[in-house]
C-alpha cells in the first residue's frame, strides 16, 4: 500500500467529516484541475508534435470539465451547509499556473502529469470506496465518472513519456527525477505554510508597535478633497 | 505563436548589487525633504523586509495534486 | 530611434506594448498568453512575444518602462495602512508582503529579464502614463485628457493637455476620493467581482429606474458633486482605505440594503432584483452626470474642441455616449485598451518621445497581438481528428454559414489590444434573431439575462440602422449609438434593453477581415451587419492561438470556427 492511500485511508474521516468541510476539499479539488487545464494549455502551446498539442489539448478539455463538476459539487454541498456568500467556494474557479512545461521540459512534463494522474487514481479510489461505504452515492459516481477520465491521462502520458525518451532507462529516470522534485516543493510549501504563518503573527507585532506613526501620518499627511494644482 | 524567451542570467553578486542600489534609493525616497516625517515609516519597512526574506513568499495551488489534507 | 518596450503589471491586467522609431508595432496583455484572466503578474510572455514578434532582442532595446512609481505607490500605501489604524489590521501583513516581495523590485527585475542596464529601465507616473496612452495615439492635434480610475500613486482623477506631443498636467483629486473606487464598491455590493463584473453593472443599469424611490437623494451620501466639476465620496461609507476586497462598509448596506448574494441567479421580474437594477442604474448616472462636471472642468481649463478618456473608468460606453453628446466637445476619443494594460503603452509613448522619436500615427485598429500559425491549426486540427478544409475566399465562407444563421467562431489577423472583441477573436451570427442570442448564452456564455450582445456593422451602412454617426470610438467599441426602432427586424440579437447598441463601426483599415466578410454578407443580398461577441468561455480570457482556438472548438458548441482560411464545420 502506497503511502498516498495510507494517508487518504487515515484521514477520509476527518477530511470528509461535513458538507462544509467537503465543500472545501472539493472547492480545492476544482482549482487543482483548473490549474493543470492552464499548464496542459502552455504545454499544447509550446510542444514541437501537433500530435502531443493535440492530446494536451484534450487533456485540458476534460480538466475544464472535471473542475467544473467538483466546483459544481461543492456549491451544492456549500449550499447544504449553509457557507456563508462570502466563503471561497462562491468564487469563481480561479487557479494559477506554475508553466511546468516550461520550468521542467517536455519529458520531465510527461513524467510529472504522469505521476500526479497516477497517484490521483490511488487517491479517488479510496474516496470512492469510503463514500460508497458511507452511503453518499452522488459523491462516489462523481469521482468514478472523473476517474475513466484519470486512468486515460495516466496511460497517454506513460506511453508519450516512454516514446519521447532516448530509452526505457531515461524515461524511469524521469519519473524518478520528478518524484524527487516533487518531494522537495512538498516539503517547500510545508515550510512556507509554516513560515506564512510565522510572518503574518510577526507582522502584527510590528503593527502594534506602529501604532504610534499613525498619529504622525495623520497629522503630517491630512486627507486632501477637491482639485490640487499640478 | 511564441515562446517563452531566454532569460539573460546575470551573477549573484550583481543582482545582490541592484537590490541594494534599489533600497538605498527608496531610504532616499523617504529620507527626501518633502516627506521628511515619514521616515520613521522606514523602520516598519526594515521590519517587515528582514521578516518577509526569513519566512519566504506565500503559498500558491498546485497543479495535478489534489491535497490529502 | 529608439526601441522601446512598455510594462504594466503588478496590479490588474498586465500588458507589454513595444514602439520602434515612434511607431507602436505590437501591444499584447498577459492574460491572453497566461490563459489566466486580468493576469496581473509581471508580463514577461507578452514582453517576450512582442520582442519576438518585432524580431528584437532584449539586450537591444534602448528603454524599458514601468507605467508606474513603485516608490510613490509604497508611500500610499503605508501612509493609508498607518492612517487607519487599527482598521487595517488585516490587510498590513499581505499588503507588506506584496509591496516589498515583489512591486518595489520591478525596476530590477525589468533589467534582469531583458539584459539591460538598470539605467536604461525607467518609470513614469501611473495617470500620466493613462493619459499618453490616449492623447498621443488620437488623431487630435490638441485634446483636453482626462483620466479617471481607482487609483494611481496617490491620483484616481487627473486633468491633461494635450498639445501635440506635449502632455501637461493640470490639476488631480487625490484617493481615498475615486469614481473608480465608487464603481467597485458598488460592483462588489452587487455581487460581482470587482475589476470583473463592471460591464455587468453596466448593463443591468438598462433594466433600472434611475433615482427611483428616492435613491439618488440616499447616493448623495455616498458621493457629492461639486460645482466646480469635483466630487467627494462620503468615506464612511466605503472600506476601501481598510478592505481590499469589498471595498464598502456596513453603512452602505444599511443605506441602500444587504448586499446581493453573489452567483445567485437572477429574476429581473421579481422586485428585490429590480431594487438592484434601480441601484446599477442611479449609479450609472450619477458617473455620467460627475464625468460630465470633469468633462467640463477640463473644457475650461484647456478650451480644447477634443476630449480623450482614459482609465478604467473610460471603459463605461454608456458614458462615453452621454459625455460625446453632452460635454460640449466635437470630437471624444478613448483607446481600446483604455484601463491599466493601455498604461503600458502610454508608458512606452512617454520614453520614446523623450528619446526624441516622433509622435506616434493615430491608432486606426486594435489588432495589435500576435496572428495565428495556420500549418500548426491545420496539422493540430487533423490530429483532433476534425474535419478541416481550407478555402479560397475565407470572407464569403464565412459569410455563407452567418446567413445560414450558423454561430461562427471567427478566428483571423492579429488579436486585439484591450478587453474587446473586434473581429479577429469573435463569435459571430447573424444579429437578426432575438433566439440566437438565447442560443449563444446557452450554448457558450451562461451570461446573466441582463447582459446585451453588440453588434458590428460596415460603415458606411450605420446610419441605416442606428440614430448617429460613425466616430472616433465606434471602431474600438467604446461608446453606445441608439438603434433605430424602425430597423428592429434587423437588429433583434443585439438591441439592449434601453433601445442602444454598443456599435462597431468597421472599416478595412480597422479590422480588414470583418470588413471583407461583411461585404460579402451584403453582395449575397443581406444586411452588412453581424452580432460580434468575444471568443471565449466564461471567465476565461479571450482566444489568442491557434490551440487556444481549437480547444475552445472542443469545449463549446458553436456550430463553426473560421482559422484564417481553415473552416472546420461541426457535422449537424
Ligand atoms: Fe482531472
Ligand atoms: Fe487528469
Ligand atoms: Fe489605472
Known amino acids: 500500500m502506497s503511502l498516498t492511500v495510507a494517508l487518504a485511508r487515515m484521514l477520509n474521516p476527518l477530511v470528509w467529516r461535513s458538507p462544509a468541510r467537503s465543500a472545501d476539499k472539493l472547492h480545492g479539488f476544482a482549482l487543482a484541475e483548473h490549474g493543470s487545464m492552464l499548464d496542459l494549455r502552455l504545454a499544447a502551446r509550446l510542444t514541437p508534435s501537433p500530435t502531443r498539442a493535440a492530446a494536451y489539448l484534450r487533456h485540458a478539455d476534460d480538466e475544464t470539465?472535471?473542475?467544473q463538476m467538483f466546483g459544481k459539487r461543492a456549491r451544492q454541498l456549500a449550499r447544504e451547509a449553509g457557507l456563508a456568500r462570502g466563503h471561497a467556494v462562491w468564487e469563481p474557479i480561479r487557479a494559477d499556473s506554475e508553466q511546468l512545461f516550461v520550468g521542467l521540459g517536455e519529458l520531465d512534463f510527461l513524467a510529472f502529469v504522469h505521476v500526479g494522474e497516477a497517484r490521483a487514481i490511488e487517491q479517488f479510489l479510496v474516496y470512492v470506496a469510503y463514500f460508497q461505504?458511507?452511503?453518499?452515492?452522488?459523491?462516489?459516481s462523481l469521482l468514478t465518472t472523473i476517474l475513466v477520465d484519470e486512468h486515460r491521462h495516466a496511460d497517454y502520458t506513460r506511453a508519450l513519456l516512454f516514446e519521447l525518451a532516448d530509452s526505457e532507462a531515461a524515461a524511469r529516470r524521469a519519473l524518478r527525477r520528478v518524484r524527487r522534485w516533487e518531494a522537495w516543493r512538498t516539503w517547500l510549501r510545508a515550510g512556507?505554510?509554516?513560515?506564512?504563518?510565522?510572518?503574518?503573527?510577526?507582522?502584527?507585532?510590528v503593527y502594534l508597535l506602529a501604532a504610534p506613526l499613525g498619529?504622525?501620518?495623520?497629522?503630517?499627511?491630512?486627507?486632501?478633497?477637491g482639485w490640487r494644482d499640478a | 505563436m511564441s515562446t517563452p524567451g531566454k532569460r539573460p542570467k546575470r551573477s549573484l553578486l550583481r543582482r545582490l548589487g541592484a537590490r541594494l542600489r534599489t533600497s538605498g534609493a527608496l531610504v532616499l525616497h523617504f529620507l527626501h525633504p518633502a516627506r521628511f516625517v515619514l521616515a520613521p515609516l522606514l523602520i516598519v519597512l526594515l521590519f517587515a523586509g528582514v521578516l518577509l526574506w526569513l519566512t519566504g513568499g506565500l503559498a500558491y495551488v498546485a497543479p495535478f495534486v489534489y491535497a490529502l489534507f | 530611434m529608439a526601441k522601446v518596450l512598455g510594462i504594466s503589471a503588478h496590479y490588474h491586467d498586465a500588458a507589454a506594448a513595444l514602439l520602434v522609431d515612434g511607431e507602436l508595432v505590437v501591444a499584447i496583455q498577459q492574460e491572453r498568453l497566461s490563459r489566466i484572466k486580468n493576469d496581473p503578474g509581471l508580463p514577461l510572455d507578452a514582453a517576450d512575444a512582442c520582442l519576438a514578434y518585432a524580431g528584437v532582442r532584449g539586450e537591444a532595446l534602448d528603454a524599458v518602462v514601468f507605467y508606474e512609481r513603485p516608490f510613490d505607490k509604497l508611500e500610499r500605501v503605508m501612509v493609508n495602512l498607518m492612517r487607519n489604524l487599527p482598521r487595517t489590521w488585516r490587510q498590513f501583513p499581505r499588503a507588506m508582503a506584496s509591496q516589498l516581495g515583489d512591486k518595489i523590485w520591478?525596476?530590477?527585475?525589468?533589467?534582469?529579464?531583458?539584459?539591460?542596464?538598470?539605467?536604461?529601465?525607467?518609470?513614469?507616473?501611473?495617470h500620466q502614463c493613462h493619459a499618453a496612452s490616449a492623447h498621443f495615439v488620437s488623431r487630435f492635434e490638441d485634446s483636453a485628457v482626462l483620466v479617471v480610475d481607482g487609483v494611481g500613486e496617490h491620483s484616481s482623477t487627473t486633468l491633461w493637455h494635450g498639445q501635440g506631443a506635449q502632455l501637461r498636467a493640470l490639476c488631480s483629486i487625490e484617493f481615498p476620493h475615486s469614481l473608480g473606487l465608487l464603481y467597485a464598491a458598488l460592483t462588489a455590493w452587487l455581487g460581482f467581482a470587482v475589476n470583473e463584473g463592471e460591464y455587468k453593472v453596466m448593463g443591468l443599469a438598462a433594466w433600472g429606474r434611475p433615482g427611483h424611490a428616492g435613491l439618488r437623494e440616499r447616493f448623495e451620501r455616498l458621493i457629492r458633486l461639486h460645482d466646480d466639476g469635483s466630487y467627494e465620496l462620503g468615506l464612511d461609507y466605503f472600506a476601501h482605505m481598510s478592505d481590499a476586497e469589498l471595498g464598502f462598509g456596513p453603512k452602505l448596506e444599511a443605506l441602500l440594503g444587504p448586499r446581493r448574494p453573489p452567483g445567485l441567479a437572477w429574476a429581473l421580474e421579481g422586485e428585490r432584483d429590480q431594487h438592484y437594477a434601480d441601484v446599477a442604474a442611479t449609479l450609472q448616472q450619477v458617473i455620467e452626470d460627475a464625468l460630465l462636471g470633469l468633462a467640463r472642468k477640463a473644457k475650461a481649463l484647456t478650451g480644447s474642441p477634443n476630449l480623450c478618456l482614459a482609465g478604467g473608468v473610460a471603459l463605461n460606453s454608456l458614458a462615453n455616449a452621454r459625455l460625446a453628446r453632452e460635454g460640449g466637445f466635437e470630437a471624444v476619443f478613448v483607446q481600446p485598451a483604455a484601463g491599466d494594460a493601455g498604461g503600458a503603452l502610454g508608458a512606452a509613448i512617454l520614453a520614446a518621445l523623450e528619446l526624441g522619436d516622433p509622435r506616434p500615427t493615430p491608432m486606426l485598429s486594435a489588432a495589435l497581438g500576435l496572428p495565428v500559425d495556420i500549418e500548426r491549426a491545420w496539422a493540430v486540427a487533423r490530429e483532433l481528428e476534425l474535419p478541416v478544409r481550407r478555402v479560397d475566399d475565407p470572407a464569403s465562407a464565412a459569410a455563407e454559414l452567418i446567413a445560414a444563421d450558423k454561430i461562427v467562431a471567427h478566428v483571423r489577423g492579429r488579436f486585439e489590444w484591450g478587453p474587446r472583441a473586434l473581429g479577429q477573436r469573435s463569435i459571430l451570427a447573424s444579429a437578426a434573431a432575438r433566439e440566437t442570442r438565447e442560443r449563444i448564452n446557452r450554448l457558450i456564455k451562461q451570461r446573466e439575462p441582463f447582459r446585451p450582445f453588440a453588434p458590428a456593422v460596415l460603415e458606411p451602412r450605420i446610419g441605416e440602422y442606428f440614430d448617429g454617426q460613425a466616430n472616433d470610438m465606434t471602431p474600438f467599441m467604446t461608446t453606445v449609438l441608439p438603434a433605430r426602432a424602425d430597423r428592429s427586424d434587423a437588429l433583434g440579437a443585439v438591441t439592449h434593453e434601453d433601445g442602444s447598441s454598443r456599435v462597431q463601426t468597421v472599416s478595412p483599415a480597422g479590422a480588414p477581415e470583418l470588413h471583407e466578410l461583411l461585404v460579402a454578407l451584403e453582395r449575397g443580398g443581406h444586411a452588412p451587419l453581424v452580432l460580434n461577441t468575444s471568443l471565449n468561455g466564461p471567465g476565461e480570457p479571450i482566444v489568442a492561438s491557434s490551440e487556444d482556438a481549437l480547444g475552445f472548438f472542443l469545449r463549446h458548441?458553436?456550430?463553426?470556427?473560421?482559422?484564417?482560411?481553415?473552416?472546420?464545420?461541426?457535422?449537424?
Open chain 3, 557 to 572: 458548441a458553436v456550430d463553426a470556427m473560421m482559422i484564417e482560411d481553415l473552416v472546420i464545420e461541426r457535422p449537424a
Open chain 1, 215 to 225: 498619529l504622525l501620518v495623520r497629522w503630517a499627511r491630512p486627507l486632501t478633497r
Open chain 1, 133 to 140: 461505504a458511507q452511503g453518499r452515492e452522488r459523491d462516489a
Open chain 1, 192 to 205: 512556507r505554510f509554516l513560515a506564512e504563518r510565522v510572518y503574518m503573527v510577526a507582522m502584527l507585532l
Open chain 3, 106 to 126: 520591478v525596476l530590477d527585475q525589468l533589467a534582469e529579464a531583458f539584459g539591460q542596464p538598470r539605467a536604461n529601465v525607467r518609470c513614469f507616473a501611473h
Open chain 1, 65 to 67: 470539465r472535471h473542475a
